[in-house]
Nanobody
Framework: QVQVVESGGGLVQAGGSLRLSCAAS????????MGWYRQAPGKQRELVAT???????NYADSVKGRFTISRANARNTVYLQMNSLKPEDTAVYYC????????????WGQGTQVTVSS
């Protein structure tokens, strides 16, 4: 069984910072891509950032230069450092982990709320 658990969301003023963490646990053989997605009220879930096991990153244009994704492979953990937050960053942030456990598939966390006040 695999569990994906996020932490670190909360309420912050515009211009502030937050750091999200996500840990995958269980009898995992390999983790490939780890990423963050977000979903604002009334909108579709969208990609925020991803990182491969080799450290290659990909960001949505809307967060480039403000957000940084990183991972600790030994701890099966991915982080999202969010700086210069804007009210439009308000959303539920979900962690996604592409891994091998019996078969290769991706798993989602339960989501963590990020609210940026103006």
């Amino acid at each position: 069984q695999v569990q994906v658990v996020e932490s670190g969301g909360g309420l912050v003023q515009a211009g502030g910072s937050l750091r999200l963490s996500c840990a995958a646990s269980g009898s995992i053989v390999s983790i490939y891509v780890m990423g963050w997605y977000r979903q604002a009220p009334g909108k579709q879930r969208e990609l925020v950032a991803t990182i491969t096991s080799g450290g290659r990153t990909n960001y949505a244009d809307s967060v480039k230069g403000r957000f940084t994704i990183s991972r600790a492979n030994a701890r099966n953990t991915v982080y999202l450092q969010m700086n210069s937050l804007k009210p439009e960053d308000t959303a539920v942030y979900y962690c996604n982990v592409d891994l091998f456990y019996g078969a290769r598939r991706d798993y989602w966390g339960q989501g963590t709320q990020v609210t940026v006040s103006s």
